[in-house]
């Protein structure tokens, strides 16, 4: 159990467009999804908290107005790259709360994302 | 900011042997997480161990916490050639901070 699901796994686009990611939890209801960001031989890097039915919050120096997310059930979260470009490629990885706090996350298996 | 400094940064063994992997953080915490990242792919949960324990054993994993000293271990035994992968370090109730991470080859 504690599965995630996260699509597309790989992207590649044009600068300038939008790319919106999915991240599910799909067979448990998740309080809390996580976005993190990796770029490649380092570690991840934590982008946003996410609650379902309000406001994502951000970390420091990531830009809530570049990377939307939305929480619009308990069981999915998006994350849209909004006018993607080159600097924004990276490898993309949710993960899922299951209950309370102290307790392991579930991840995604990721999204690679780059932008031409 | 990262605030589990991991050691070492990368390690190759031979399959069969143990591989030991060590994680110091800065503040206190209330749990500590290891968790194995396979190439490309995402992260795979290994075990939590609380701050009221010494020691976790899961398979052919042990970890060990030192609350005074701020510091965690994670020994593989019996290393295998599916073992390769990155180990990362994690504290936090709710949201991770992850330690840099060991990126562990064992070859066949």
């Known amino acids: 159990g504690a599965v995630v699901s996260q699509h597309p796994s790989w992207v590649i686009c044009k600068s300038g467009t939008s790319v919106k990611i999915e991240c599910r939890s799909l067979?448990?209801?998740?309080?809390?999804m996580f976005w993190y960001r990796q770029f490649p031989k380092q570690s991840l890097m934590l982008m946003a908290t996410?609650?379902?039915?309000?406001?994502?919050?951000?970390e420091q120096g990531v830009e809530k107005d570049k990377f939307l997310i939305n929480h619009a059930s308990l069981t999915l979260s998006t994350l849209t790259v909004t006018s993607a470009h080159p600097e924004d490629s990276s490898f993309y990885i949710c993960?899922?709360?299951?209950?309370?706090?102290?307790?392991?996350?579930?991840f995604g298996d990721g999204t690679r994302l780059s932008i031409l | 900011s990262q605030q589990g400094e991991e050691d070492p940064q990368a390690l190759s063994i031979q399959e069969g042997e143990n591989a030991t992997m060590n994680c110091s953080y800065k503040?206190?915490?209330?749990?500590l997480q290891w968790y194995r990242q396979n190439s490309g792919r995402g992260l795979v949960h290994l075990i939590l161990?609380?701050?009221?324990?010494r020691e976790k054993h899961s398979g052919r994993l042990r970890v060990t916490l030192d609350t005074s000293k701020k510091s965690s271990s994670l020994l593989i035994t019996a290393s295998r050639a599916a073992d390769t992968a990155s180990y990362f370090c994690?504290?936090?109730?709710?949201?991770?901070?992850f330690g840099g991470g060991t990126r562990l080859m064992v070859k066949p």
């Open positions: 994690a504290k936090g109730a709710d949201m991770l901070t």
């Open positions: 996410s609650n379902e039915g309000s406001k994502a919050t951000y």
């Open positions: 161990i609380r701050s009221n324990e």
């Open positions: 993960s899922a709360l299951r209950g309370p706090i102290n307790q392991p996350q579930h």
């Open positions: 503040t206190s915490i209330n749990n």
């Open positions: 067979d448990f209801q998740a309080t809390t």
